[in-house]
């Protein structure tokens, strides 16, 4: 399939260790922030979401961590798995707009 | 979640000539959007199209160049005209089939090549 980080930064990672992946947002007034993982071909897929009132949420594997004063975020992997590579993408959103609002795109590689 | 289907998957055009895509939903939407994502980049929004009215678009992108119908609500087309080698990108469509976060789903995107 196509890739589409061709250009993207590059995260490359041992198997089993963990990743953490870096987003800057750009509207203060964001309601939520979604990371979604993209592979060769495919459309995004959600992984996990954190609304503006929280600055940390877990999921299986992964942790969001949201810094609001500069507006920062980060997806942080736990025993990243070959089956992770793939561009990761940060979105924002508001609950009034709906529109769904991308930032820049980070490529995972996991050595194996 | 709502399934997707989109097509074409990809296709290479001549300059000058317009392409388009279609997107179809396996439920209901009220909302739809569709997304640029050039070489290499994130997406970027183009438009969002909601059924009954016009569509909406983002700064950048005007409905000459990129008309879009949504003539119900599982179905949307966008229209990339007079193409250019510039155009050249991948077009995914998306729905918000459900309250969240987790409600928006794309399809597998449009790999358009202007030659």
């Known amino acids: 399939g196509e890739s589409v980080g061709l250009h993207l930064p590059t995260l490359s990672v041992q198997e089993g260790d963990n990743s953490i992946i870096n987003c800057a947002y750009s509207?203060?007034?964001?309601?939520?922030f979604i990371w979604y993982k993209q592979e060769s071909g495919k459309g995004p897929q959600f992984i996990i979401d954190i609304r503006s009132n929280m600055d940390k949420r877990q999921g299986q594997r992964v942790t969001v961590l949201l810094n609001k004063t500069v507006k920062h975020l980060s997806l942080q992997i736990a025993a990243t798995q070959p089956g992770d590579s793939a561009v990761y993408f940060c979105?924002?959103?508001?609950?009034?707009?709906?529109?769904?609002?991308f930032g820049s795109g980070t490529r995972l590689l996991v050595r194996p | 979640s709502a399934v997707i289907s989109q097509k074409p998957s990809r296709d290479i055009c001549q300059r000058g000539t317009s392409l388009t895509i279609q997107c179809q939903v396996d439920?209901?939407?009220?909302?739809m959007f569709w997304y640029r994502q050039q070489p290499g980049q994130s997406l970027t929004l183009i438009a969002t199209a909601n059924q009954g009215s016009e569509a909406t678009y983002e700064s950048g992108f005007v409905i000459d160049k990129f008309p879009i119908s949504r003539p119900n609500l599982t179905f949307s087309t966008l229209t990339v005209s007079n193409m250019s080698p510039e155009d050249s990108s991948i077009y995914l469509c998306s729905a918000r089939a459900g309250q969240g976060a987790e409600g928006y789903t794309f399809g597998s995107g449009t790999r358009l090549t202007v030659v």
């Open positions: 509207n203060s007034a964001s309601d939520y």
């Open positions: 439920s209901q939407v009220t909302m």
């Open positions: 979105a924002e959103n508001t609950d009034s707009s709906y529109k769904l609002i």
